[in-house]
């Protein structure tokens, strides 16, 4: 179960930070560690913090973009220090471990920490289906990049366990669409809005963030997101 989670670290500009949030994997059981356009890795300091957790380092995936390291996600979920002006859903760790224990075992789970001094920016936040908060105190709330790793890990760790010990309920089989696909979805959109002239590419204001938000909300499965395509092809087809 907990093989299908991916801890994605973008732009991470410290090795030691790399080696502490992966010995931070291994000490909750998680093994799946990806590196978006790391500034220093491989880096001797990585491994020095990562006390032993050296095949977390050894079999991270190293990608040039988060596109890249969501390939395959069903469930995209972003860390945020502060609220967004077009906030996905926001969760804290509790309920975010919880969300993530009652996903299908075949849909692959994507947890996104930002860099060390500005965290994740708007337009990756807008990829995710919800956002993380980790509630820590009014004015000092930013978390090192490892500690927040850690803390998410550790809840994901609970959640597991506590599953354990419960009987599991049978869970009807849904195909989501994956956060690749759906972005397909919102390039065809955005250029069939364009086409209509619905949408000014000059100026666009937030109506393609909100679509986001909307489909983000609504967990479309591979059903939904070919209906969804076949309308917009339609509509593209009349305004050529």
């Not at 931070?24 to 590196?35: D, F, H, Q, T």
């Not at 299908?104 to 060390?116: H, K, N, R, Y």
């Not at 092809?233 to 305004?239: D, K, P, T, Y």
């Amino acid at each position: 179960m907990l093989n299908k989670i991916r801890i994605i670290l973008v732009e991470p500009s410290h090795p030691g930070n790399i080696g502490a949030a992966a010995r931070a994997l291994k000490n909750m059981g998680l093994e799946r560690l990806y590196l978006v356009k790391p500034e220093f890795f491989p880096h001797k300091q990585a491994y020095y913090r990562c006390s032993r957790a050296d095949e977390i380092l050894d079999n991270a995936i190293v990608t040039e973009t988060v596109d890249e390291a969501l390939i395959g996600c069903g469930l995209v979920i972003g860390t945020s220090a502060r609220q967004r002006v077009f906030p996905q859903p926001m969760l804290d760790p509790r309920q975010m471990a919880a969300k993530v224990m009652a996903e299908p075992d075949d849909v692959e789970i994507a947890i996104l920490f930002g860099t060390e001094h500005s965290g994740l920016d708007n337009p990756t936040l807008q990829k995710c289906h919800f956002h993380v908060f980790i509630p820590s105190v009014t004015g000092f709330s930013s978390l090192n990049l490892a500690a927040a790793v850690q803390v998410i890990c550790y809840e994901i760790r609970m959640a597991f366990l506590s599953l354990l010990n419960e009987p599991m309920l049978p869970t009807q089989k849904i195909n989501l669409a994956t956060i690749d696909e759906l972005e397909g979805l919102y390039q065809h959109i955005e250029s069939t809005m364009i086409a209509a002239k619905f949408l000014n590419p000059k100026s666009p204001r937030t109506m393609m963030a909100r679509l986001r938000r909307l489909f983000s909300r609504a967990r479309v499965d591979k059903d939904d997101l070919n209906l969804l395509r076949g309308m917009v092809a339609a509509i593209q087809n009349l305004v050529r």
